[in-house]
């Protein structure tokens, strides 16, 4: 069973829309939540989270996490065409193992 | 710096070949580990290692082998390579234990 899920799987947005992408967790000794970017080669970080209820923010990317209800948000505003890619969501959880939903897919049209 | 360098970028090979991919890094990172990424399954973790001499598996291990002689180089071998292994893989490490993971910019396999 998947250990991560990210919803929607794929999303299609016009310049300027808010995109909120949700992360869901199910693991035994949770450890840490990543975000990451993907777009044509290696994944890029964008935030790490451990503690519930704290905002990250890099300009116009946010993101939150609530360790109660197992998930993570991560949020784009005013989007732009460069925000189209895979983000990524990876829970660190037991002895080290580092689990990944299967991404949410953005496609930012102008 | 160079950080997670993988090679090589590319290689197609023949259903039963061997082939070994190649991760090194030059972070001092304890952590190594390899995953691949297939259309609509995200990134699966193959093997990862703790540090020298220590490895340990991950969700979809079968069919290969790796093993951790240095802090710097973490092996992937395929010894008979199959179709399913078509993937592109990523090589990542990290030097905190919670910390963030670094990729390598990935191997594209093909099997035929």
Redesign the interface.
């Known amino acids: 069973e998947d250990k991560v899920v990210q919803s929607p799987l794929s999303l299609v947005v016009h310049e300027g829309d808010t995109v909120t992408l949700n992360c869901s967790y199910e693991v035994t000794n949770f450890r840490s939540l990543l975000w990451y970017k993907q777009e044509k080669k290696a994944p890029t970080f964008l935030f790490m989270l451990t503690s519930s209820g704290i905002e990250k923010k890099s300009g116009r990317l946010s993101s939150i996490l609530d360790k109660k209800e197992l998930f993570s948000i991560l949020n784009i505003t005013a989007t732009q065409t460069g925000d189209s890619a895979v983000y990524l969501c990876a829970v660190l959880y037991g002895n080290n193992r580092l689990a990944f939903g299967k991404g949410n897919q953005v496609v930012v049209i102008p | 710096n160079a950080g997670v360098t993988q090679t090589p970028k590319f290689q197609v090979l023949k259903t039963g070949q061997s082939m070994t991919l190649q991760c090194a890094q030059d972070m001092n990172h304890e952590?190594m580990?390899w995953?691949r990424q297939d259309p609509?399954?995200?990134?699966?973790?193959i093997h990862?290692s703790?540090g020298a001499g220590i490895t340990d598996q991950?969700?979809v291990p079968n069919g290969y082998n790796v093993s951790r002689s240095t802090t710097e180089d973490f092996p992937l071998r395929l010894l008979s390579a199959a179709p399913s292994q078509t993937s592109v893989y990523?090589c990542a490490s990290k030097g905190h234990?919670?910390?963030?993971?670094?990729?390598?910019?990935?191997s594209r396999l093909t099997v035929l």
Not at chain 2, 40 to 45: C, E, F, Q, V
Request: net charge negative; proline share 4%.
């Open positions: 952590y580990s995953y609509g399954m995200g990134l699966r973790l990862y703790v991950g969700e990523f234990p919670i910390g963030e993971l670094f990729f390598g910019e990935g």
